[in-house]
């Protein structure tokens, strides 16, 4: 370890330009900025979703009572029928968007949609903001090159600037993240502008870190642009969403839809498969339903400044974790407010060249989904906020509903499995208390069983065939699918994998639908994003418990009778496999892009921008060499010691830390830097390493070691 002199290090900043940013009040509409145009055409969609969405669940909902009520119904009967119309309506509901995005896709077919022609300069500085917490450097920092180089590929350069925002509290990722900064700064610097900024405090997680950037900095920026750690957009989309905002002074949002590239594990390439083929589809009714009230997703999408800070500012919702507290599933709620201000929140699919990567498992899914699970689930403080768009309460009241979906259903087997030990065991009562002439049981009718059944697996089902068809009638999507064959054989594969893996999300979810309930907090943890990293025995240890429901399930129902063992049997084999799915699922299977089935256009040509991104995160990666403890990094590089000292606050009151106290004894105490930091928990570390005197102080105590050595 070396010790060095501190030295004076360039900002990795540019200058302040304040701009502020109010909390919102959610019970007071604040002043509109106008009154934004109706379309006639978007209100006839809604009515027509609407109304065919609750046609199609009050068809279903009276054959099922059909189904129940051949005799007078009994208690489970009422509970079955109730969560049958309540889990119909929102299947109904993505069925009539799904029907929307069909008809649509089709008529662009025959006139396709016009954009304005990139080679038009934008006049718009815009800021590309690449939010991460505890993520991989070399990827982060990757997205950021590859980005600023195709800009200036694009001779759009001087339009941009990158921002990469940091929320980490990994000390290791930490000094890691600033040696990728100064490894990529020096030789790109003349093409590029890519800033680097750490909070100390991750205060309200992503939608602080990006409050914090605009009321830094977002008064020199009329436009930002969010990413995620995944995300990766060309120059023509970047330039065309810029251009959108520069024509239409309404337009406060504009969300793309990204597709899903990148991965190799089955599960997801299942996913990249789903989003490419099916994906269209739901987007694009969703987008022409929403019209103007769109919803935004946290990243790929361009925001008006101005429209953000005035209108966005996110308030601590009362009490406690899970429900109260910062907001977690932001988006939603800035577009919802920003939509309440007056300011057009859009959605375009048809905005191509904007991707991410998706969990590569189920186990990553999970860990992801049970963040989003309590971020929608604390929507239903927000969804009667006052002076809210009735479509953006619907974005909410779908989000709710997405994951609530769950334990209806699980509870919804399990009322099936009551009926059928209610007719198995239950003698009836010959002698009730009303005077009827024939006794209260259960009976059903199994012919409008099956016929209700093969109804909703067609509500279910269409929607992939929709899209399966819109991407047949496209030839270079077709191409890309490996042609109709092998397209529909991939739809055939996703439906079955998905079919088996159901049930375990359903379970997944419903387990955190309770604990949320419960009182649980989620935290933030940062996600895991590469392949086949999962070890067995975390995936036995997460669904242990999921085969052990599919057991008791399968067990309880052949008790009842073989015919309702296998009326659960899709349920009870899913979870009983729930181990080994989610194993197989999380490996590569190269035989299946061999064969040619779930790839995607992506993947047969993976688009120049992955390719570039790819290629500079090895660079990065070699940079940066193997990976070292945030203060051997530190004490062995004096760039990197001087650009980290001089990227701290000033020395000043700042009260008392009790990591950074307890920091300073140990290093005190301690024979070595080595021995200290050995001793020091995570935030001690970070402590440590977060002010200009403790730095100072490392410096000196390695100082004796290295004159010795």
């Known amino acids: 370890m070396t010790a060095h002199p501190l030295s004076p290090f360039d900002p990795a900043l540019p200058p302040e330009a304040p701009l502020a940013m109010p909390v919102q009040d959610l019970e007071t509409v604040p002043p509109a900025r106008g009154p934004l145009p109706r379309s006639r055409s978007v209100t006839a969609i809604r009515v027509f979703a609407v109304v065919l969405a609750a046609a199609i669940a009050g068809l279903l909902t009276v054959e099922m009572h059909g189904v129940l009520g051949v005799a007078r119904l009994t208690v489970v009967e009422m509970a079955m029928l109730a969560l049958f119309a309540t889990t119909i309506g929102w299947i109904a509901f993505a069925f009539a968007l799904a029907c929307i995005g069909f008809a649509t896709l089709l008529w662009r077919r025959v006139r396709p949609r016009r954009y304005l022609a990139p080679r038009a300069r934008p006049q718009t500085r815009t800021a590309i903001l690449l939010p991460t917490y505890n993520e991989d450097p070399a990827r982060v920092f990757a997205t950021a090159v590859a980005t600023a180089e195709a800009l200036a590929d694009a001779d759009v350069h001087e339009a941009y600037d990158l921002f990469v925002l940091s929320d980490t509290t990994d000390p290791d990722v930490w000094l890691a993240e600033e040696a990728a900064f100064l490894a990529i700064r020096a030789p790109r610097r003349p093409r590029a502008r890519i800033f680097y900024r750490r909070r100390p405090k991750n205060v309200e997680r992503k939608a602080g870190n990006v409050a914090e950037w605009v009321r830094r900095f977002g008064g020199a920026y009329p436009a930002f642009v969010i990413f995620d750690a995944d995300s990766v957009m060309t120059p023509r989309t970047l330039v ?61 999408a361009i925001i008006r400044t101005r429209a953000f800070a005035e209108s966005a500012g996110l308030p601590h919702l009362p009490g406690r974790a899970p429900f109260g507290g910062p907001v977690m599933s932001h988006d939603f709620v800035e577009a919802a407010l920003m939509r309440r201000a007056g300011w057009a929140i859009e959605i375009d699919p048809g905005l191509s060249g904007s991707y991410e990567e998706s969990p590569p498992s189920l186990v990553d899914l999970a860990e992801r989904d049970r963040r989003w699970c309590q971020g929608n689930l604390q929507h239903a403080r927000l969804v009667v906020a006052t002076g809210l768009h009735p479509v953006s309460r619907l974005h909410f009241a779908t989000g709710i509903m997405s994951y609530l979906a769950a334990p209806l259903w699980l509870a919804f087997l399990v009322s099936g499995l009551l009926l059928a030990l209610q007719a198995h065991f239950v003698r009836p009562d010959y002698f009730a208390a009303d005077f009827t002439l024939f006794p209260t049981w259960p009976v059903i009718d199994s012919e409008r069983a099956l016929g209700l059944f093969a109804a909703t697996m067609a509500v279910l089902l269409l929607p992939k065939l929709f899209g399966l068809v819109v991407a047949l009638v496209s030839g270079p999507v077709r191409r890309g699918l490996g042609g109709p064959l092998r397209a529909t054989g991939g739809m055939l594969l996703e439906t079955l994998v998905s079919a088996l893996l159901a049930p375990v999300m359903m379970a997944l979810q419903s387990a955190a639908v309770f ?38 399930l399968g067990v309880a129902a052949f008790a009842v009778s073989p015919a309702v063992f296998v009326w659960m049997s899709p349920a009870i084999v899913g979870l009983c496999l729930a181990i080994p799915l989610s194993a197989l699922t999380a490996t590569r299977w190269p035989r299946l892009a061999r064969l040619g089935l779930l790839r995607t256009p992506e993947e047969r040509a993976p688009p120049p921008m992955l390719t570039r991104a790819r290629a500079v995160r090895d660079e990065i990666e070699a940079a940066l060499g193997a990976p070292r403890d945030a203060v051997a990094r530190l004490m062995d590089s004096p760039a990197l010691a001087g650009f980290h000292h001089a990227s701290l606050p000033a020395p000043g009151a700042r009260g008392i830390d009790p990591a950074y106290v307890v920091a300073l004894a140990r290093l005190d105490a301690a024979e070595t830097v080595e021995e200290a930091v050995a001793e020091m928990s995570r935030a001690e570390c970070v402590a440590l390493l977060g002010r200009r005197e403790g730095i100072e102080r490392l410096v000196a105590k390695a100082r004796p070691q290295a004159e010795a050595a």
């Open 240 to 300: 065309r969403m810029t251009l959108a905002l520069e024509r239409r002074p309404e337009l406060g949002l504009l969300q793309t839809v990204p597709l899903l590239v990148g991965r190799s594990s089955l599960f997801a390439r299942l996913q990249q498969y789903a989003a490419r083929v099916y994906g269209p589809v739901m987007a694009t009714g969703l987008a022409v339903f929403s019209g103007n009230a769109g919803n935004y997703w946290g990243h790929n």
């Open 515 to 552: 604990q949320i309930l419960a009182g649980r907090d989620a935290g933030w943890k940062a996600q895991r994003r590469d392949d086949g990293s999962v070890p067995w025995a975390e995936i036995a240890r997460r669904h242990r418990w999921h085969t052990a429901l599919g057991a008791a």
